[in-house]
Nanobody, 120 residues
Framework: QVQLVESGGGLVQPGGSLRLSCVAS????????MRWVRQAPGKGLEWVSD?????????????FYADSVKGRFTISRDDTKNTLYLQMNSLKAEDTAVYYC????????WGQGTQVTVSS
């Protein structure tokens, strides 16, 4: 069964940290560019970060970030565990959103999302 399952969301105070995980199954995880996308309340989807697969011909293993999270968030992947991560530091209220992981390749695969709420 092809699926992505996110975890690690929750309630955190401004300035705090969270680490999101996304476990993949049913497809060749190591061959896919992986992505985090978020959706704030009442808003559309916002791209957060990409990490290329290590076989990418142009940017193998490279990471990319939205300006709004650059320097605070770190994306990583462990292909031995079929897992994608997002380390989020110095969280702000505007980071409050449902965070989705996405696999971009032969198929376009989405997880169910995990809620992150930044509030005092």
């Amino acid at each position: 069964q092809v699926q992505l399952v996110e975890s690690g969301g929750g309630l955190v105070q401004p300035g705090g940290s969270l680490r999101l995980s996304c476990v993949a199954s049913g497809f060749p995880f190591s061959s896919y560019t992986m992505r985090w996308v978020r959706q704030a309340p009442g808003k559309g989807l916002e791209w957060v970060s990409d990490i290329k697969n290590y076989d990418d011909q142009t940017w193998p293993g490279s990471t990319f970030y939205a300006d709004s999270v650059k320097g605070r968030f770190t994306i990583s992947r462990d292909d031995t565990k079929n897992t994608l991560y997002l380390q989020m530091n110095s969280l702000k209220a505007e980071d409050t959103a449902v965070y989705y992981c996405n696999a971009a390749g032969d198929k376009d695969i989405w997880g169910q999302g995990t809620q992150v709420t930044v509030s005092s």
